[in-house]
């Protein structure tokens, strides 16, 4: 029976281990980590405009009116500037780097640049909103409820709508296609080919004419098909969207997504990548629409700020403790090479050197702290005692500064550190045991050693 049920274990880590491999997934991990400078540079002049909400001393936003205040055009022109495309650098860095990886493992002569060049040819055919009326394709012209679209483009004050965060899963698509189109065509030279006389740069350029041509036909076919039914392939790609992500924006839709992530984690998978790389765009786009007047929860980066604050697991009180107050030297050691890590939120040396990875003793902490943790944070910013969430703080940021940047509040770094002690709460009991069985072994150990060296 034990043999079965760890061969069940090994087929399903493996399973999940192939898919969080995948190019797939690979490409959106890359993507993800490229936002991350842009939303910090996003991050830092919309805390320039919201200076007065975060430092509410008395005075203060009379003086920030007359001062810092009269450049608050500029800061927002710099936050559309980087939160306002995001679906051009998400999904362009996808796109890119899927491309890279084909032409890397395949061996194809693919350019990752030009691959990048046709996504944003076909991502813009996909922005403007065009329509079918008296026998005709038609631009969209709307200003009704605060709804402007102008020759077919939808705008705010935040520039062009459907090449923000709430583009990137379209963008996301488009890139998938855009990609396989290219791959596709390269793979079977279905390209023109110059004489060697011809430059390099010539060549390139007519090599990738027809696969250019082959997704501008391809992506148009789609969208006029769409417009025909009344929509196009942004509406029809924005319902799944819109659905996942009203799910994880509750509190039992994101306590499943921390138990996913935790519970892939203690078979040693990456649950943060797997999980992550769905629920980033989602982030993002709840981000945006948080500025922009929306409350959101699921919005940035609650987990870090709230949630895996230590590390995946919520461990920064475990490796305080395990510092200072374990008996087991094998314990001690650990949690003094881990405290300064956990206080950037980051804990392999915990989870393999404990290790929690597969270890009973530990499962129940491991996934339910982060829980309780998701929980109260939810609770806290849905009642409106913590502002909602409106900055992406880098994931390293320490316990309390991070809860402090995401919420532009020192109401969101208490809850923070509060959420940090619950979940030590739970922690304590199951590795104070584990402590107690860890230095048993330990002095059995050492007395049977002493014992033989008699």
């Known amino acids: ?112 640049l030009n691959g990048l060049m046709m996504f944003f040819m076909a991502l813009f055919i996909t922005v403007p909103q065009l329509a079918w009326k008296s026998g005709a394709i038609q631009p969209v012209q709307s200003v009704a409820n605060n709804n402007f679209i102008i020759g077919g483009y939808a705008v ?20 998938w296609i855009t990609v396989q189109i290219y791959r596709f065509t390269i793979k079977h030279n279905w390209q023109i080919k110059m004489p060697a006389s011809v430059p390099t740069g010539v060549s390139n350029s007519f090599s990738d004419l027809i696969p250019g041509i082959c997704v501008a036909v391809v992506i148009s076919a789609i969208n006029l098909l769409l417009i025909f039914g009344g929509t196009d392939i942004f509406n029809i790609l924005y319902i799944p969207f819109s659905f996942i992500s009203q799910i994880v924006d509750t509190w039992w839709g994101f306590l499943i997504m921390i138990f996913l992530t935790n519970l892939l984690w203690w078979f040693g998978i990456h649950g943060a990548t797997i999980i992550g790389s769905l629920a980033t765009p989602i982030a993002l786009a709840n981000l945006a629409a948080n500025v922009a007047g929306a409350s959101h929860f699921y919005a940035g980066d609650p987990s870090n700020a709230f949630v895996s604050i230590g590390g995946s697991g919520a461990t920064l009180g475990v490796a305080i403790w395990l510092a200072f107050r374990s008996r087991s030297k094998q314990l001690n050691e650990i949690g003094k090479v881990e405290l300064v890590p956990s206080l950037f939120n980051i804990n392999e040396p ?42 992406q703080q880098p994931w390293p940021t ?54 033989e060296q008699k």
């Open 350 to 391: 915990l989870l393999f050197g404990l290790p929690i990875v597969y270890n009973v003793d530990l499962a129940i902490p491991f996934i339910f702290a982060p829980m309780a943790s998701g929980l109260l944070a939810y609770v806290a910013i849905a009642m409106k005692i913590v502002p909602k969430i409106r900055v």
């Open 1 to 112: 029976m034990a043999d079965t049920t760890s061969s069940r274990r090994d087929k399903f880590a493996a399973a999940i281990g192939k898919f969080s491999g995948s190019r797939f997934v690979r490409s959106i991990m890359a993507a993800g980590y490229s936002v991350i400078p842009f939303s910090i540079i996003g991050a830092i002049f919309l805390i320039l405009e919201v200076l007065p909400q975060a430092i509410p001393v008395p005075g203060f936003a009379a003086w920030y009116a007359g001062t810092i205040g009269r450049f608050n055009p500029v800061f927002q022109v710099v936050f559309n500037s980087t939160m306002g495309i995001l679906a051009l650098i998400f999904s362009g860095t996808f796109t890119f780097k899927y491309v890279q990886i084909y032409r890397d493992e395949e061996h194809l002569a693919l350019d990752p």
């Open 398 to 451: 320490t316990v309390g500064l991070g809860g402090f940047l995401a919420t532009a509040s020192w109401k969101g770094g208490v809850l923070g550190i509060v959420c940090a002690l619950l979940a030590f709460v739970i922690w304590y009991p199951f590795i104070r045991r584990y402590d107690r069985k860890l230095l048993k072994q330990e002095q059995e150990a050492e007395a049977k050693l002493a014992a």
């Open 156 to 175: 705010s004050g935040a520039g062009m709508t459907r090449i923000g965060a709430v583009g990137i899963f379209t963008g996301l698509v488009v890139g």
